[in-house]
T-cell receptor, first 112, second 116 residues
């Protein structure tokens, strides 16, 4: 089944403890992206990637890192999480910029 | 920079009534436009998209949207709403041809409630 897989689905962590949210797609898509969703703010793009080793900042990149070493994987790294990064995170992928993204099921992160 | 405005935060319609959700975008060139739906606790599902050609586009679940360049709008419509359409709807704009990358910008969403 064609899909974007994120792990974990739920995560509670403490301030300052480094974490990684994994994302993998099996559709051979060129583009991948991370979004965060907060009530009243919609979805805001954190980072996106056009291909292996090619990434660019979205609208809210501060406090996040990404890497694209393989085409299928695009992990999101929070090196020192803070409570304002408590949010619902979505990974997405697409074949081209006119196809629209296919989204994963989301990761609900709570930082205490 | 591109942006999207969804002026209606909440909309309530009766089952069987028609629906129109508004979306206005800002982008300097021809945009790529999308509508997504998010059911509670779920990810986002693509309803339809526009990037060129016929300005009236058909999507899944009986939805359609019309691109109006003069009004910078891409409103979503459905002739007869079903109770299962209750969800949150997001409009999004992406860089068009030559824009590079896939920097898709979303609106803040419209929550649809369907009264039986």
């Amino acid at each position: 089944e064609a899909q974007v897989t994120q792990n974990p689905r739920y995560l509670i962590t403490v301030t300052g403890k480094k974490l990684t949210v994994t994302c993998s797609q099996n559709m051979n898509h060129e583009y991948m992206s991370w979004y965060r969703q907060d009530p009243g703010l919609g979805l805001r793009q954190i980072y996106y990637s056009m291909n292996v080793e090619v990434t660019d900042k979205g609208d809210v990149p501060e406090g996040y890192k990404v890497s694209r070493k393989e085409k299928r994987n695009f992990p999101l790294i929070l090196e020192s999480p803070s409570p304002n990064q408590t949010s619902l995170y979505f990974c997405a992928s697409s074949f081209s910029n006119r196809d629209g993204y296919t989204f994963g099921s989301g990761t609900r992160l709570t930082v205490v | 920079a591109q942006s999207v405005t969804q002026p209606d935060i909440h909309i309530t319609v009766s089952e069987g009534a028609s629906l129109e959700l508004r979306c206005n975008y800002s982008y300097g060139a021809t945009p790529y436009l999308f509508w997504y739906v998010q059911s509670p606790g779920q990810g986002l599902q693509l309803l339809l998209k526009y990037f060129s050609g016929d300005t009236l586009v058909q999507g899944i679940k009986g939805f359609e949207a019309e691109f109006k360049r003069s009004q910078s709008s891409f409103n979503l419509r459905k002739p007869s709403v079903h109770w299962s359409d209750a969800a949150e709807y997001f409009c999004a704009v992406g860089a068009g041809r030559g824009g590079g990358g896939n920097k898709l910008t979303f609106g803040t969403g419209t929550q649809l409630k369907v009264e039986l």
